[in-house]
């Protein structure tokens, strides 16, 4: 079994040791000189070995998370992934595993991509950054991830904003104001919230619904008064002989309120 998870863990970076069974101080210790030179692609494996020679000794503990630290380092994700998440499920209570969940999230959060792209990984990087704030929120790991927090949430704001700029040029209203909506109701502390305020005004108007392509300039406008894209909504109403003007039963109005 012990040789099995060692297989697993080995990812593209990882190096494959000889079996050759040696003593556990021994094996450790050479890992940590590897691992204090610098030497994350050696120290990884020799740290795997300690585990799979010695699995029930208190070094085997260590090494895991050792082991998961240090292919986060060489950019081994999946590896430290996996490693990280089997020192969470054979010792929840350790006082290190804290650090544990937050490899975990690195190593997700290191994975995201361009807006342009499938965001899944982006997801998972939120959930395991929202997980070590909820389990650890005094720890220095909660600090760091309350930041990354919110760099993901802007981030799968960007992707739907993507996409809704996407259906618009397309006019496809309708794909295009659910994708603005998401923005406004799930990101509206992002950078993002602006523009999509008055995406939703030029999609409405484009509709011919009127009250609410008002609703959202209003709402930008109270938000964000010296922005640009809230000149543009009221340029874009005024041509029309309209203005902003905020309907409290309009969707935009409740989701806003709902917040603040």
Request: glycine share 4%; aromatic share 12%; hydrophobic share 40%.
């Amino acid at each position: 079994m012990a040789a099995l998870v060692v297989a697993a863990c080995g990812g593209p970076d990882s190096e494959e040791l000889a079996y050759e069974e040696r003593p556990v101080n021994e094996l450790y210790n050479e890992a940590i000189d590897e691992l204090e030179g610098g030497n994350y692609r050696a120290a990884a494996p020799l740290f795997d070995e300690v585990e799979r020679q010695h699995p029930y000794s208190i070094w085997a503990r260590r090494a895991i998370l050792m082991a998961a630290f240090c292919h986060y380092q060489v950019n081994d994700y999946d590896s430290a992934v996996i490693a990280a998440q089997r020192f969470i499920a054979l010792h929840p209570g350790n006082p290190n595993v804290g650090y544990a969940y937050y490899i975990v999230a690195l190593s997700f959060y290191e994975q995201i991509t361009d807006v342009a792209r499938d965001q899944r990984v982006t997801e998972r990087a939120l959930r395991g950054l929202e997980e070590v704030v909820r389990r650890f929120p005094d720890s220095e790991y909660a600090r760091d991830s309350r930041l990354k927090v919110d760099l993901t949430y802007d981030h799968l704001a960007g992707k739907e904003m993507h996409i809704g700029r996407w259906y618009l040029q397309r006019d496809q209203y309708v794909a295009a104001i659910n994708r603005f909506r998401t923005v406004v109701t799930r990101y509206q502390t992002t950078t993002h919230t602006a523009e999509a305020l008055h995406r939703l005004s030029e999609a409405y108007m484009a509709l011919g619904v009127a009250h609410e392509a008002q609703t959202a300039a209003a709402v930008l406008g109270y938000n964000y008064p010296g922005s640009e894209w809230y000149e543009y909504s009221y340029a874009l109403l005024a041509n029309d002989g309209l203005q902003p003007l905020e309907d409290r039963a309009s969707w935009i109005s409740r989701a806003w309120n709902s917040v603040f």
